[in-house]
């Protein structure tokens, strides 16, 4: 697919380089099993990435290495400019498939969290956690507890959650994919509002493809058997995006690229 050169949504500076980025692991028995091979892409601040690919291709590992939780056995890697220098511990937010509240904290207080973590000053975290409460549309429901919330409310506290620090870089493994289907797309438009008016930049996992185009400015493609990156290529369709972007020729021209990429078609 000859895929046009775009924008970022969001334009603005160089955010994060990889080049030929490859971890290998071994096992007990001394047998080497290569997660990430080969991996390269240059990411924008205000880039939303899609990161998709089967399970066991490295989707995962390549983001512990974006929060500096794994090292590269090889490869280039620069997050941040010298201007703007870019710190793990402070600057990465990070949502996981499951929302991993604590069941006896208050949704404020389970948003403040990492506030409280970094050692944030409370009374402006707490307020910057009340106007991200609003943000994701749970105004009234701050002083409930995670129970009393639904499985797509509870992801959106813990999208909250992983702003309320202000990172520079939101890290989402596969966070919807633990939702029904019709949940799934309503999180879908939800999050793309919140990445609108947040600007942050995002690097978001999943298995799905047409997820991967709905919600990309670029996505990246990584196979399986070995493990390596096929692809990174911007999605040239227009924001805001709507669901039935999903039925148009341009939508499944990319999801056909995706498809060939990953040998399913």
Known sequence: MSTPTVESAHPSEVMIRLEGVQKTYVSRDGARHVAVSDASMTVNSGDLVSLVGPSGCGKTTLLKI?????????GMIEIG????????????????QQSLLLKWRRIIDNVMLPAEIIGLPLREAREHALHLINMVGLT??????????SGGMQQRVAIARALVHNPKLVLMDEPFGALDAMTREKMNL??????????????????SIQEAVFLGSHCAVLTSGPARMADYFPIDLPYPRTLD?????????????????????
């Open 66 to 74: 974006l929060a500096d939780l794994h090292d590269a056995d090889e």
């Open 81 to 96: 400019t010298a201007e703007h220098p870019f710190e793990p511990g402070r600057d990465v937010g990070m949502v996981f």
């Open 140 to 149: 009234g429901y701050e002083n409930k507890y995670p129970y009393e919330l």
């Open 190 to 207: 939800e999050l793309l509002r919140i990445w609108e008016e947040s600007r942050k930049t995002i690097i978001f996992v999943t298995h």
């Open 245 to 265: 972007m999903k039925v148009t020729e341009p939508f499944g021209v990319y999801t056909k690229h995706i498809y060939k990429l990953l040998g399913m078609a």
